[in-house]
């Protein structure tokens, strides 16, 4: 998840590069650089050896990606960041393969990712399950109770037209409506397949917008280019901008908690011990906040978005 401004986000997966596609090559694609090879943020001292936490490519991972290494370097542990490197299809390849350390992820989409039939849907199942989901020498640490999940969205008056509560309203109207959501919506798990398999929704058409939730995707919402589209619960635009998110009663959508994932390599019970405090305290309500301050009228930059929640939070002193 995760995509430039969001007066709302641009998010998590949006890159929807082919599996076949190298990671040099996808990482070029996503920047026109490798964002692999230059760190963007660096300090701390000697503890445990240095680690590098990545990013996808929507302000919100970059964002927590920021609070995880400023929480890390509070801690003693020398950490960098490389953000916007793409999709998950493309980070998790990076952490499989040392390029990068850690990442913060989703627990739910994650789960898919690993495993697209897995049944689980309730944070707990979820969060139970990953471990022995996982390849060999990936882990993920403390889920917070943060949580940013996709989100079927409409405005106010298509709400009025179809007179729509939920997906299952949707589902009776889904042949008449078009979709604004990022390319990989189409294949992935949560996106059209499974509004079919859960819902028996199968929409008109997919817009494509490589933003994640953000800009264009609200001004094609607004102007009824599309009638619905998906967009990340801790987008800041839904209640700027009065929309409704749709209930979702059969779980196409699973939970989403926020949750760091990791390489084993590097990784120490120092640098465990500050980034699972970073899962204890981080809230939905946060995120949201977060989110405002880099995508809204604020414009801060991830880093001191990040570094304003570490002292607030009373992480970094």
Known sequence: MKENTRTILTRRGLAGMAAGVGLAVALTACGGSDPLKTPSTSAGSAGGGSLVVGSADFPESQIVAEIYAGALTAAGVTATTKPNIGAREIYFKAVQDGSVDLVPDYSGNLLSHVDPEAAEVSADDIYKALPGKLPEGLAVLEAAKAESKDAMVVTKATQEKYQLKSIEDLAKVCKDLTMAAPATFETRAYGFPGLKKNYGCELKALKPFSDG?????????????????????????????????????????????????????????????????????????????????????????????????????????
């Not at 409704?244 to 120092?270: C, G, S």
């Not at 970073?278 to 978005?305: C, F, H, I, P, Y």
């Open 213 to 317: 939730g953000g800009n264009l995707t609200l001004q094609a919402l607004l102007t009824d280019d599309v009638q619905v589209a998906d967009i990340y619960t801790t987008t800041p635009s839904i209640a700027d901008n009065d929309l409704v998110v749709l209930e979702d009663p059969k779980n196409n959508f699973k939970a989403q908690q926020v949750l760091p994932l990791y390489n084993k390599a590097k990784m120490t019970d120092k640098a465990k011990d500050a980034l699972n405090a970073v899962s204890k305290v981080l809230t939905t309500e946060d995120l949201v906040n977060l989110n405002r301050a880099v995508s809204g009228s604020q414009k801060q930059n991830a880093k001191d978005a990040a570094a304003t929640w570490l002292k607030d939070k009373g992480i970094v002193k």
